[in-house]
């Protein structure tokens, strides 16, 4: 395996930086606020109006618990990944959002946080969302790894 990866470095490191790139424009996606798209905003006032016991309020206050890190990800959206701006360049946008891994990371979490509430009140089974950990990560590259 380690030899197929080796051999096509390009592949590896445009695949990563897709996967990277998809992530944030789908979370800038969810959690942006506009009424003609399908986001979270949306579907909380969706469950609300099915759903009498759903806490509405207590849902838009944990999208608002990673509301500086939801900006800069819409501001990379905006300028890097989904359009480009004339004015900024994209390796200026990436070093102006100054986003770490565990900003994604919180970022997903609320964001599982938020759909899990939206599917309980929907009365929908949850689903997960699966990051593996380092450790996780390094355990199956040792499982994958031929023996020598």
Not at 25 to 31: A, K, M, N, Q, S
Not at 76 to 105: E, M, T, V
Request: glycine letters at 2%; aromatic letters at 10%.
């Amino acid at each position: 395996m380690f030899d197929s990866l080796n051999e096509f470095p390009d592949f590896v490191n445009f695949d990563q930086h897709a996967h990277q790139e998809l992530c944030l424009l789908y979370l800038g996606t969810l959690f942006e606020r506009k009424n003609r798209t399908i986001n979270l905003e949306r579907l909380i006032a969706e469950a609300a109006a099915a759903n009498a016991a759903f806490n509405a309020d207590k849902v838009r206050y944990w999208m608002t618990e990673a509301e500086d890190i939801l900006r800069r990800i819409q501001m990379l959206r905006s300028n890097a990944i989904a359009h480009r701006s004339a004015k900024l360049s994209r390796a200026s946008a990436f070093s102006r959002a100054a986003l770490s891994p565990d900003d994604l990371r919180r970022v997903v979490d609320e964001a599982e946080q938020i759909a899990y509430a939206i599917g309980r009140a929907f009365e929908v089974a949850p689903f997960v969302i699966a990051v593996l950990a380092p450790t996780e990560l390094a355990r199956i590259f040792r499982q994958l790894k031929p023996d020598e």
